[in-house]
Nanobody, 120 residues
Framework: QVQLVESGGGLVQAGGSLRLACAAS????????MGWFRRAPGTEREFVAR????????NYADSVKGRFIIARDNAKNTVYLQMNSLKPEDTAVYYC?????????????WGQGTQVTVSS
């Protein structure tokens, strides 16, 4: 059974930082492209970042470029999202997802999400 479990969310002031983690089990982690998404209340799910199987190719949404960093540790079956210079508009539930393809990605597995709240 595949599981993706996010952690690291919480409440932070604007300008602060958080690091999210997504621990994967039940799949060959190194074979999967990993992505981060978010959904704010009343909005559609939004792409945040994705990273290739080796970590050599990365894409970010324009809204987070220069502030967020995605990374992975295949030995630990974990993908991370370092979020810096957080803004109130970054408030959302953050999800990780796994895809066997990079472009275009087709995310097959999803986590349950972790709440990030940025206060002004």
């Amino acid at each position: 059974q595949v599981q993706l479990v996010e952690s690291g969310g919480g409440l932070v002031q604007a300008g602060g930082s958080l690091r999210l983690a997504c621990a994967a089990s039940g799949l060959t982690f190194g074979n999967y492209v990993m992505g981060w998404f978010r959904r704010a209340p009343g909005t559609e799910r939004e792409f945040v970042a994705r990273i290739s199987t080796s970590g050599g190719t990365i894409n970010y949404a324009d809204s987070v470029k220069g502030r967020f960093i995605i990374a992975r540790d295949n030995a630990k079956n974990t993908v991370y999202l370092q979020m810096n210079s957080l803004k109130p508009e970054d408030t959302a539930v953050y999800y990780c997802a796994a895809s066997l393809t990079y472009s275009p990605p087709q995310y097959k597995y999803w986590g349950q999400g972790t709440q990030v709240t940025v206060s002004s």
